[in-house]
């Protein structure tokens, strides 16, 4: 475990809300938890709190480790801890697994209380909207009346665009970062091909395979495969693997040969190894139905008009899964409505996946953004 720079050791904490939640859809979760995890410290009057969405595969572990035997930390550890962007002695950072997760918030590996069962394929889908719904509800819980801000990524960017819609009184800030107002109709049609890589998979039986003892791995591994394929950029990863084989002839088989296979098949099978299949599912559908202007007749303009909050929105150039258009989208309709908003557009050879990497400007800015919004809770 490395420790310089980092939060440290820190420990999840899963919380029980009894209180119904109807869902989007109609459906009603009569009871749920929440993996949360917390870093720094809530001041008195509870306004330096921020509120940390993750995108489709992550979790609540966003800095720190588990254990001292942990190898890798949390999934935006360069950006969350002490001194770091996000810096945990200043702000009270939030971050928590959302229902229909696999990381130990009520998702389908749980047990539906109507059948004493794994919910399985039962579990109802769930949607943005119903997402920050229930992160209300968890804000509620700590007192925080409203967060200094709501950031995310990706799928975790939409969240926080839907924060700023839904709950326009409750966040100060929203970050919005490798994003979309809606997702384009190619993504709609990865996020199918995934989907259909896993429902017909021998082992999805319906999507009650826990309860028969199955994993549909070879469906989600190849879900995961070509998912991955479309977070990276061509750029980088041809610098990085190019067209190097493992062996140096041919093999005239369908093994193995070129290393982005290698590369590919390790992302697949570490992924199938800690990722609930139901789960991708509910994600990306998820990922689909989201569009705030579809309830204001599709009108973008009209559907961030209530917006309070001021808004930092950042692309990154060789990001073709939410290529920087659809960023330009988001800010043309803030600053229509006349909105506070800031755009920053970044250089960058990682892909979609830049908004996790190490990168000089994309930190120096989120850090000059979050020292405006700490100097604001001083005044």
Not at 156 to 168: E, F, K, N, R, V
Request: proline share 4%; charged share 20%.
């Amino acid at each position: 475990m490395k420790e310089i720079d980092s939060i440290g050791i820190v420990s999840p904490q899963k919380w029980s809300f009894s209180s119904p939640l109807t869902l989007q859809n109609g459906c009603v979760l009569p009871q749920f938890e929440l993996m949360v995890e917390t870093y720094g410290t809530l001041n008195a009057d509870k306004t330096n709190a921020v509120l940390i969405c993750h995108a489709l595969s992550g979790n609540h572990h966003i800095a720190g480790y588990h254990s001292s035997n942990d190898k890798h930390p949390g999934w935006w550890d360069n950006m969350v801890g002490p001194g770091k962007p996000v810096d945990t002695n200043r702000f009270f950072v939030v971050g928590l697994n959302n229902l229909g997760g696999c990381h130990g918030s009520t998702g389908p590996l749980s047990i539906n209380p109507a059948t004493g069962k794994a919910y399985g394929a039962d579990f109802p889908m769930v949607t943005v909207k119903d997402w920050v719904k229930s992160q209300a509800m968890l804000a509620d819980r700590f007192g925080i009346q409203q967060w200094a801000a709501v950031m995310g990524g990706s799928l975790g960017g939409m969240q926080a665009l839907q924060w700023a819609i839904d709950q326009p009184q409750r966040l100060r800030h929203a970050l919005i970062i490798a994003s979309a107002p809606r997702l384009s109709t190619q993504n709609i049609a990865f996020n199918d091909v995934a989907r259909q890589a896993i429902l017909t998979d021998p082992d999805y039986c319906q999507g009650h395979y826990a309860q028969q003892q199955r994993i549909p791995r070879r469906g989600l591994r190849i879900a995961r495969m070509m998912g991955h394929i479309t977070y990276l950029a061509e750029d980088g990863l041809g610098k990085k693997f190019g067209r190097q084989m493992r062996q140096q002839n041919f093999q005239y088989d369908y093994n193995v040969e070129f290393e982005v296979e290698s590369y590919l098949h390790y992302q697949g099978d570490k992924f199938a190894d800690v990722f609930d299949a139901n789960s991708y599912l509910l994600m990306t559908k998820a990922l689909d139905y989201f569009d705030p202007a579809r309830d204001y007749a599709g009108d973008l303009i009209t559907a961030v008009s209530a917006i309070q909050a001021k808004i930092l929105i950042a692309s990154f150039s060789s990001d073709w899964r939410f290529s920087p258009r659809r960023s330009q989208e988001l800010l043309d309709a803030l600053v229509a409505a006349n909105k506070p908003v800031q755009y920053i557009a970044l250089q960058s050879a990682h892909g979609h996946d830049a908004f996790l990497m190490e990168d000089p400007d994309y930190q120096a800015a989120i850090r000059i953004y979050f020292n405006n919004i700490a100097t604001e809770l001083t005044q």
